[in-house]
């Protein structure tokens, strides 16, 4: 099974690489990465200044991350005199080198990281919602490089389809879609305090709960700008998430959170998962994912649900969760026609697909 992808002069072994962030801090942690066999390698997002970062920084629940961690721990002479230099002499992937935040940081971060680059990822989590800031950021990083640029667009922005065309007509050849969802909060209720946050008290929240405005944030700009390149993150979990990103738009995608929640060797699970999915899904290489694209109907009428009774086990969970009390448990799990909304949510939730619509 073909896992190749490329784009933009590079090749990719498999379209899974990492996020930026604390998985990918130090040449250790890069060089882990490659033995997971992430087709390429992001770095985290280098800037001119150290943070200052609150400590705990990380939250973790069951479908999220709460993060006030900020950018790398490691001053740009370290990545400049270490960590790039050392994993340039064994690379064998694209190395994606992700930078923050301002224009003038750009003018003076590009021209000493462009030797190690294959490409440059550009965080705009603190530049704000104009465009032309953003213009502005872009042009001063194309005026350094000749290497690929992907500008990362975070929730906040309000028109991705403007901010897609904003960076093309700037110079930029892509876009990472998208960063972590905030401002955020997490509230410690008997200490009445609020925790994980910085000094205004919040954070930011990513893993699989923002994958649907990933998902749909990486459509709105493929969509609107079709030569864009987009790189896919948000939200991924499994091997399933990855053909969503792709059929959505994307060329590659990142993960990360889903790897702090589940374990750091989720990257090599989800790549030695890949041929299954693809097969399961009737495709036969990552690049028929890419081209085969979303086709979407709407429909205004449909059926009452009907109920499957040899796969029903009688949870009785459809009868509780419906909003339109159309489902009643009548020695078998019934539903009234003229109650029923037929908003597909008892379909959605049955954990064994008892029900369907007729």
């Known amino acids: ?11 990719f072994a498999n379209p899974l690489m990492p996020a930026a962030g604390p998985l990918n801090g130090d040449l250790e ?10 087709g390429g390698i992001v770095t ?12 705990p920084c990380i939250y973790g629940d069951n479908q999220f991350i709460m993060n006030s961690e900020l950018w790398s721990e490691h001053s740009y002479e370290t990545w400049l005199n270490d960590f790039l230099p050392s994993f340039h002499k064994t690379k064998d992937r694209p190395l994606i080198v992700s930078l923050g935040y301002s224009k003038d940081d750009m003018e003076f971060l590009v021209p000493k990281v462009d030797p190690y680059a294959d490409a440059f990822e550009i965080s705009t989590h603190y530049v704000g919602t104009n465009l032309s800031d953003i213009q502005e950021t872009v042009r001063a990083i194309r005026r350094n490089t000749t290497k690929p640029i992907y500008m990362k667009i975070s929730p906040h922005i309000p028109n991705p389809e403007g901010f897609a065309k904003a960076i093309k007509e700037a110079g930029a050849n892509g876009v990472v879609a998208i960063n972590s969802l905030g401002p955020t909060m997490k509230i410690d209720i008997d200490n009445r305090s609020i925790i994980y946050g910085n000094d205004k008290g919040f954070v930011w929240t990513s893993g699989p709960a923002i ?4 998902l749909a944030t990486v459509y709105k700009i493929k969509q609107a700008e079709p030569d864009l390149t987009v790189i896919g993150v948000g939200g991924i979990a499994t091997a399933d998430d990855v053909l969503e990103f792709l059929l959505a738009g994307a060329s590659a995608v990142q993960m990360l959170s889903a790897a702090l929640l589940r374990g750091k060797n989720l990257y090599s699970k989800i790549i030695d998962d890949l041929p299954k999915a693809l097969e399961k899904h009737g495709f036969a290489s990552i690049e028929e994912v890419i081209q085969s694209g979303l086709t979407k109907s709407v429909v205004y009428k449909q059926s009452t649900p009907i109920l499957i009774e040899e796969k029903c086990t009688k949870c009785r969970l459809c009868e509780r969760i419906c909003p339109y009390f159309a489902i009643e448990w009548k020695d078998r799990i ?14 959605a939730k049955c954990p064994t697909k008892a029900i369907r619509f007729q």
């Not at 942690?29 to 992430?38: I, N, P, R, Y």
């Open 211 to 214: 994958k649907p405005i990933a």
């Open 334 to 347: 019934t539903f009234d026609s003229e109650k029923c909304f037929e908003c597909g949510l008892c379909i």
């Open 1 to 11: 099974m073909n896992l190749k992808t490329q784009f933009d002069g590079m090749e």
């Open 44 to 55: 985290k997002t280098i800037s001119v200044a150290l943070p200052n970062i609150p400590k």
């Open 29 to 38: 942690k890069l060089q882990f990465l490659v033995s997971e066999g992430c």
